[in-house]
Nanobody, 115 residues
Framework: QVQLVESGGGLVQAGGSLRLSCAHS????????MGWYRQAPGKTRELVAAITRGGNTNYADSVKGRFTISRDNAKRTVYLQMNSLNAEDTAVYSC?????????WGQGTQVTGSS
């Protein structure tokens, strides 16, 4: 079964950190570029970080220097380390292939940054 399961979200004070995890179901995702996306209330979903199969990374300007995406194919997991969080980072964070496939969206994990 093709599956992506996100975890690690929560409420964090301004300047705090969280690490999100995306557990996937295996080789389909291990061989793919992966991305972390977020959707804030009333806004469209946006790509915040991406990582290629070979480990090259790319970030949205709004998170560059604060967020780090990584992957461990042996553990079938993609991570997003988020530092210096603020209220503008509040959103539901989800992982998917890059570019995303509608069929693969999971529940996501809520991140709430307090001001």
């Amino acid at each position: 079964q093709v599956q992506l399961v996100e975890s690690g979200g929560g409420l964090v004070q301004a300047g705090g950190s969280l690490r999100l995890s995306c557990a996937h179901s295996g080789i389909l995702f291990s061989l793919s570029a992966m991305g972390w996306y977020r959707q804030a209330p009333g806004k469209t979903r946006e790509l915040v970080a991406a990582i290629t199969r070979g480990g090259n990374t790319n970030y949205a300007d709004s998170v560059k220097g604060r967020f780090t995406i990584s992957r461990d194919n042996a553990k079938r997991t993609v991570y997003l380390q988020m530092n210096s969080l603020n209220a503008e980072d509040t959103a539901v964070y989800s992982c998917n292939r890059d570019p995303p496939v509608d069929l693969f969206w999971g529940q996501g994990t809520q991140v709430t940054g307090s001001s």
